[in-house]
């Protein structure tokens, strides 16, 4: 039988966990800003708390768990910036053309979030089964639909309207958008393009995170309006 005065306590432990762990991924968000996504590990997390890495291991099943939950804070920032997106016109086109250009404009100002999204992205869905607990993953999954759904829906509304005419299906362009902006924003970090200057001569020229945000925006109209001619 569970008394008041254990089961106080029960959640009174279930309190701190929470609040440990967020304060381990608030730690892991800052480290990313700072320095980025690559060869961080668990320990510098660990110091950034001042706790040992085995406590670390205590709340999250390990360094890719810890990952997608960071990730799930990047997802909910730009979630907010792409609904204001989305309300901001009601032209589809227009809602359309203002939601890619706030996920670019998110992404070039925090390049760890992109960084943090690929790394995931390149992982085999078996292995992140195995690695990540699913309460975790139900986060993550719940984080990034609820951007993707902000935009399956503008495409949606727009072909009902007869605005947009769509070769594909509303959901599997809108994570095909999301998935070739993450690869597009990786070239507006670089500002390079390689090309040919004459057969088997490579040379690089330049390119601007407002040329990438151009591109992408460009693109997803062309897409989302194959076939009709007014598009």
Request: aromatic fraction near 4%.
């Amino acid at each position: 039988m569970v008394t008041p005065a254990s089961d106080g306590r029960r959640r009174a432990a279930a309190a701190r966990r929470r609040a440990r762990q967020a304060e381990i991924i608030a730690a892991t968000r800052q480290i990313f800003d700072s320095k980025g996504v690559r060869d961080v590990q668990i320990e510098e997390i660990a110091s950034a708390v001042g706790i040992n890495r085995a406590i670390v291991y205590r709340h999250f099943t390990g360094k890719e768990e810890l990952f997608a939950l960071t990730l799930v804070g990047y997802l909910d920032e730009l979630h907010e910036l792409i609904v204001q997106a989305a309300d901001s016109a009601t032209d589809p086109r227009e809602r359309l053309a203002a939601i890619v250009g706030a996920f670019v404009d998110y992404g070039v100002a925090h390049p760890a979030f992109v960084d943090c999204a690929q790394t995931l992205m390149v992982r085999p869905g078996e292995e992140l089964l195995e690695e990540i607990a699913e309460g975790a993953l139900f986060r993550l999954g719940r984080a990034i639909t609820s951007c993707l759904t902000v935009l399956s829906d503008v495409l949606t509304d727009g072909v009902e309207r007869g605005e947009l005419a769509l070769t594909e299906d509303p959901v599997l362009l809108a994570n095909a958008l999301y998935a070739s902006g993450l690869g597009a924003l990786q070239l507006a970090r670089l500002g390079i393009l390689v090309h040919e200057v004459a057969p088997g001569v490579p040379t690089v020229g330049q390119i601007s995170a407002e040329q990438v945000r151009s591109y992408l925006v460009t693109s997803a109209l062309a897409l989302a309006t194959a076939g009709n001619p007014t598009g």
